[in-house]
């Protein structure tokens, strides 16, 4: 088994950002979700679920963490990190609340012009970082702003049964993976406990909960007028009302990885 795809999405809910190697950290792939676009009224946080027009968001990280952002019809914008203690804005991920620097009114009113809504875009330094759900992890254990877990790994073999059983091909960008593993049979992730990619080890947390933004196509936001592939998945992958596809991982220590590296299952 070999990792066959490496993705991090710097804006959570924006296109997916295709790598060759990453540094990874206590927060998962270095630059991974860092940056959330936020309800300006209320710090509530914004996804693709509600706001498909994040599929047009192309975000990409430059130098010392710069994030540029690019959408169709509007001007590149640079946005500077900023300071980890300076105009802290309280806000709403699940049942998470933090406070997160804001990174200023000309990022608001770009995104507030792409989403046609006020909004703001904070960003997560390590310190601010959330807790994992109880229950899960390690007490150090933290993350960004994913939906709960630093990394997201699907199985190459388990997105072609689900597109032999949906009857079409179906983008693995739908479900928004960290890591893609090549070489294993369909859902063999679901059984590992703890994985090795080059010189890091990863702990294998608990099966990714779907919900609708996998019906949504990752290139234009349109979504599926069959449901697919939610409709099939819950067919023969439904357990006590989730639909479940990929693995949540936490991190041991820090390194990088790239594609190509191997994948040995440890337990």
Not at 234 to 249: A, C, I, M, S, W
Not at 259 to 265: A, I, P, Y
Request: with cysteine; net charge neutral; glycine share 10%.
């Amino acid at each position: 088994m070999f990792l066959s795809g490496l993705y991090r999405y710097p804006v959570k809910s924006c296109q997916a950002q295709s790598l060759e190697a990453s540094a990874v950290d206590l927060l998962g792939l270095r630059g991974d979700r860092r940056w959330l676009v936020v309800e300006a009224s209320n710090g509530r946080f914004l996804t693709q679920r509600a706001w498909p027009r994040l599929t047009q968001l192309k975000a990409s990280l430059g130098e010392a963490g710069r994030l540029l952002l690019e959408a169709p019809g509007q001007t590149p914008l640079e946005v500077a990190v900023p300071a980890d203690d300076e105009d802290l804005r309280g806000v709403t991920i699940w049942r998470d609340t933090l406070r997160v620097p804001d990174a200023g009114d000309e990022a608001a009113g770009w995104l507030s012009e792409l989403l046609g809504k006020p909004v703001r875009l904070v960003y997560c330094p390590e310190q601010r970082a959330r807790y994992l759900p109880s229950g899960y992890g390690l007490n150090s254990d933290r993350a960004a702003f994913p939906d709960g877990f630093p990394l997201l790994l699907i199985g190459q073999g388990s997105l072609d049964e689900l597109n032999r059983r949906v009857g079409r091909e179906l983008e693995m960008l739908r479900f928004r993976p960290n890591l893609v593993v090549h070489g294993a049979e369909p859902f063999a992730e679901d059984g590992w406990k703890r994985i090795r990619i080059g010189e890091m080890t990863f702990r294998v947390l608990k099966p990714s909960v779907r919900c609708i933004l996998t019906t949504l196509d990752p290139r234009t936001g349109e979504r599926s007028a069959d449901r697919e592939p939610l409709a099939t998945l819950k067919t023969f992958r439904e357990r006590d009302g989730d639909v479940l596809f990929g693995q949540n991982l936490a991190v041991d220590g820090s390194g990088e990885i790239a594609l190509g590296m191997e994948v040995e299952v440890l337990k």
